[in-house]
């Protein structure tokens, strides 16, 4: 190579900001990355630096190209794509790490400082937590300091270049603030947002098997939080309907695997009684399914339909979190004149598998009276018979249910839920599962609900003729409690210990509920901050029907006034230091004096001119001289100054 | 390689910007006339365009505000818009940087032609906080970059390369600084012509000076004795410090120089109509040759020129009377 690759040790006073600032970028991606790519980018890091130390050369251009392209081929491998906010974030850390290998000017280090921002903004797009707005300030003068040190001049101590970019980006906050709050924003995107499948979310699936839920009684992850207009549902009511799932192949259960449109869902709906108003905020799923109070009757979101088995579902998945109003009818009839036969596909059962369970429930149907006669007797078969609630059963076999029903008798809802729809079916009764929440803490904070992942439920829903179809909870049956108390599902486990009452715990909970309050207000104001709630804020600010115009103008006027305020202050930063007493005194010593001090004349030389001129007593003009010299070069003593005070005064 | 330096227009474009920033130059200098000797630098003579860096940094916001928007996102809208605050704020700050300095000329030695002239000056910071990262140009020529603490003031030296003899005068030229963030260039413009004088190119290969007329009357033995001790005499700088008399010096804490009465204590006369040459500057330059040499080797000289005369002696003062009048022979002496 033609060029020169040598250092000379000139970047060693801004290179470990610069490094400092990419570290800090790749942070909230260290969790999501593969360990190579950190691991690359550290080492790289280490090396650049050595080179800078000990005045090497950087690595030959062939090295780096080897390296870029194998990096680049390792992305490729690990992420199958390079689009979306995983492998995106990825390649801006490999090249972040081969441009550190060729930097060789300090303004090279502007192009690792600009990947240093897209990482911080890629880590935004991952993830929006609390944290994250003083996680982002931080980044920012960290960067800026980093961006000041690549010019500073290598002496300039630390301390006053983090001041600095602090003092610019404190100067920033009020304009960034204004235009936050009034660039006014659009609902819908610019193009296709792409999902990125790498992250994984805590949440149901389209498909239950025994375990699936139970493991998710673990997460204390919002799935979603409601607030209601009027009325709080009672506890007994609180089922928050997802999907519904009919096929069974003797151990799993599965729905539609798309959701589907059914023109006639709504029409075969009968209310009655008082419905309840609600606003639900719920957390991305990355799936169709919307919840909703059982039955929902009304929403107001968009491109959102009730499907066949009336489970609610948005044409696009729910990648992002979104709000929306429902009204719900808790006390309803479903499809009650429907045509049995269109009902047969809920009635199948996989031939040959849990044998035992279908014959129990075609004796047990032989000895009941009616369908809902046997449906009781099967409920007090859970209720009365050794069954346990537990979130951690034993596992179970080819055969599930019947190993649940006789053998284990151990398990969580999904375990009551299949057993129970798995009964009815051999028993001639269509019956389907129902997946979604139960329950729902009411946060006294805030006024508002909050339902966890561990509120994660499977009920079931059988088909009775003229009543159509009706919500049976098995769960219910073995621990009624699960449903009755609404308290969620975790603080029920196997050996029954319930949360403690305690007085620390007590403590923890409600800090928890507390800190549940503030990203609640956080994710609707700061992170929800949509066309909705800016047009909200904006008549609350008294600006009737605010177009964008409108908004920006306000926008530009604000940028414009702080702007100027912000001039201001850099104008007095800059002014002059105000002159001190002694020098006011000399000044006015000066004018009495009648004469102009030259250019270079020093105060004593003036003296002579003073006492030559005769105006003035030539003791005084002596001792003002002295004692003026004293109080600016001698330590200082607030005497000298009295003196000098006293002695202007007296001429 | 660093193709961060293709992001900076001038040297992308050299000949267009260096063409356009001579036309506004002189459209400045039309609107803010010409300049004292101390010139504080007040805001409206400011002028404050993007860099490249700050092309790229506005285009960087710019895509972060697309993709905000396209995401919905407002944390990164947050961002987006710290981001752009800070270019904001920085380009105040930038002019801000350079607002109340006060220019000065501070000086220039005399160089001979061909040299490159050291004009010298001072920027003082007369306010409250510290100025970052100024820096003085003219033309492609720029100064070192400095920092000035409050009440600090800082020499910055601007070199000129010189041709020909006479009068070198500092053009317009400019200071400027990047700070914070190079996303932003500000500049002011200075039209303080200083002028320095530029000496005669001592001419490479000079005939010896002619035989010598001595102003004693008699001509010493050439031999460079310097045995024989014939006094002291008061110290002229440029004597060797051989012949300080240091035992005396410690004494009297006064400079003397031994005398030996076998130095050369010979003195020339240099004139202009000995050196034999059709061409004045070619004369001028041998002359320059002469003083130069004879400076060096302690000798005092005279020089004569048509109408004027400097009579022997040596020394700093006696060079420079010397070289000066050689180098504003025959041009117009404005200065005197």
Known sequence: MARARGTDGSLLASLPWTLLALAFALLPHVTYLPVWITAALLACAVWRYSIEVRRKPVPPTLLRAGLALSAFLGVLFTYNTVSGVGPGSALLAIMAALKLLETRQRRDQFVLLFIAIFLVMSSLLREQYLWSLPYLVAAVVLIMTAWLRTSADDAEPVRRSVATSSRLVMYAAPLALAMWIFFPRIATPFWAVPIDTGTAITGLSDTISPGDISALSKSDAVAFRVTFDDKVPEPKDRYWRGLVLHRFDGRAWSGLSEPMVSSGALRSIKTSGEPVHYEVTMEATRQHWVFALDIPFHWDLESTFLGPQHQLARVQPIDQRIAYEAVSYPDYRIETDIDPRRLQWNLELPEGRNPRTAQLAREMRAAAASDRDFIRSVLSKFNQEEYHYTLEPPPLGSNPVDRFLFETRRGFCEHYASAFAVMMRAAGIPARIVLGYQGGELNPMADYMIVRQADAHAWTEVWLPGAGWRRVDPTAAVAPERVDAGRTGAMFDGSGAAWGLGTPSMLLHNIVLAWDAANAKWNEWILGYGPENQERFMNWLGMDDPDWRQMLLTLVALVTGITMLISFLLILRYRPPPKDRAAILYGEFVRKSGLQPQTGESPRVFAVRVQRDGALPAAVVQSITDTYLDVRYGPPDPALLQRLESNVAAL | ?336
């Open chain 2, 1 to 336: 390689m660093s193709w961060i330096r293709w992001l900076y227009p001038s040297r992308l474009l050299p000949g267009i910007t260096r063409a356009a920033s001579r036309r506004v130059g002189r459209w400045a200098r039309k609107r803010q006339g010409d300049d004292g000797p101390v010139t504080k630098l007040q805001p409206r003579r400011i002028y404050i365009l993007p860099t490249g860096v700050g092309i790229v940094f506005a285009l960087m916001t710019l895509a972060m505000l697309l993709g905000s928007m396209n995401y919905n996102n407002n944390l990164s809208f947050v961002l987006t818009f710290m981001l752009i605050g800070v270019g904001f704020v920085a380009m105040h700050q930038c002019q801000r940087n350079l607002v109340g300095l006060e220019v000065s000329f501070a000086g220039i030695e005399p160089v001979f032609a061909g040299q490159s002239a050291q004009f010298r000056i001072a920027v003082a910071n007369r306010s409250k906080s510290p100025r970052h990262r100024i820096r003085l140009y003219i033309g492609d020529v720029q100064s070192d970059v400095q920092d000035l603490e409050p009440g600090e003031s800082k020499i910055f030296v601007l070199p000129v390369r010189t041709e020909r003899r006479g009068w070198v005068t500092l053009e317009r030229f400019g200071i400027r600084t990047l700070f914070p963030f190079e996303l932003f260039r500000s500049w002011a413009w200075l039209h303080m012509y200083p002028k320095g004088i530029v000496y005669p190119h001592p001419a490479e290969h000079a005939p010896p000076p002619p035989a010598t007329q001595t102003a004693l009357g008699h001509r010493q033995h050439d031999a460079r004795g310097e045995e024989d001790f014939a006094g002291l005499r008061r110290f002229h700088s440029g004597d060797s410090p051989r012949n300080v008399a240091w035992k005396a010096y410690a004494r009297s804490e006064q400079l003397l120089t031994k005398q030996f009465s076998g130095a050369d204590m010979s003195s020339q006369w240099f004139d202009f109509d000995a050196v034999v040459s059709s061409d004045l500057e070619e004369r001028l330059s041998v002359l320059t040759r002469w003083i130069v040499d004879a400076d060096r080797t302690l000798e005092d000289y005279g020089l004569r020129l048509p109408g004027r005369s400097f009579p022997p002696a040596h020394g700093d003062a006696h060079r420079r009377r010397c070289l000066e009048a050689l180098a504003l022979f025959g041009l117009e002496q404005a200065d005197g």
